[in-house]
């Protein structure tokens, strides 16, 4: 990584999983946050790593968030099986995904960085209709403006 210094980094996937690393996004598709991308070539995927701090419509501050966006190339969704690949190479397998946009190419999965975070969801979850696209593969809420994902 290069440029800004962040006291807690991106996560990065494990050595030997067959990612390589891609230029660092821009900030606009970032909004502002620190973030490596990379690129699984063999399956096709594409993934933006990040430590946010998202605002949920809950209320409850879970402090930093790492936060992986996974793709498949050339600009498809992946599949819930990919995701599970992707979370663990990314060692984030206790990730909860969370999408605010219909017909999404991207999936989003978030996982506080402090451990007594992990395993609460978002409250959106209880409170918005769940929209299921790609034969219950993908799920989605609408959100208000300040969410995350």
Known sequence: M?????????????TGRGWSELPRPPSFATLGYTARAFRHAQRGLLVISAVEVAKDADGVDRGPEYHLSVSREPGRRCSSADARQVLRDF????????????????RNFWRPVADRFVGMECGCKAEETAIVEDRGDYVWRHAPEQRRG
């Open 2 to 14: 290069t440029g800004a210094t962040t006291i807690i980094a991106p996560r990065a996937p494990a």
């Open 91 to 106: 060692d984030l397998d206790e990730a909860e995904e969370d999408n605010h946009v219909a017909n999404a190419i991207v």
